[in-house]
């Protein structure tokens, strides 16, 4: 794994937040890395195809990223802010259910956030 791989993988597994590849490149650049935004993306890449990371997408936004450990998200419809939610690993019940093997699943649960609800009133 480069510097830069190990650099980038700390930032994420060290967040709670759903970094974007900008918001990752503007976090470096605050850093003494001067790392340059296409080595950013292919880092990211890289890691999300070695299965080191989690690429959350929703339509129309930019990919997150987000570390491995297993868990479910909370999406504001409104702003889109992303929330870990752990309801457990339902693997078993969905292959019981379908009646299919899968290697993985991703559940973005949408809703309102308090902030929004707010702002509407």
């Known amino acids: 794994m480069t510097k830069n791989s190990k650099q980038i993988l700390e930032l994420i597994n060290a967040s709670?937040?759903?970094y974007t590849a900008e918001q990752i490149y503007q976090k470096l650049q605050k850093t003494s890395s001067k790392m340059a935004m296409a080595?950013?993306?292919n880092n990211l890449n890289?890691?999300?195809e070695q299965g080191l990371i989690r690429k959350v997408t929703m339509e129309?936004?930019?990919a997150r990223y987000d570390k491995l450990l297993r868990h479910d998200h909370l999406v504001c419809r409104?702003?889109?802010k992303i929330w870990d939610l752990n309801l457990g690993d339902m693997?078993?019940?969905i292959e019981e259910k379908?009646?299919?093997k899968i290697d993985s699943y991703d559940l973005k649960i949408f809703y309102l956030c308090e902030e929004c609800k707010?702002?509407?009133s």
């Open 91 to 93: 693997t078993g019940s």
């Open 98 to 100: 379908s009646g299919v």
């Open 118 to 120: 707010k702002k509407e």
């Open 39 to 41: 080595t950013v993306y």
């Open 46 to 48: 890289s890691l999300y």
């Open 60 to 62: 129309g936004e930019s």
């Open 16 to 18: 709670s937040e759903h």
């Open 78 to 80: 409104n702003c889109g």
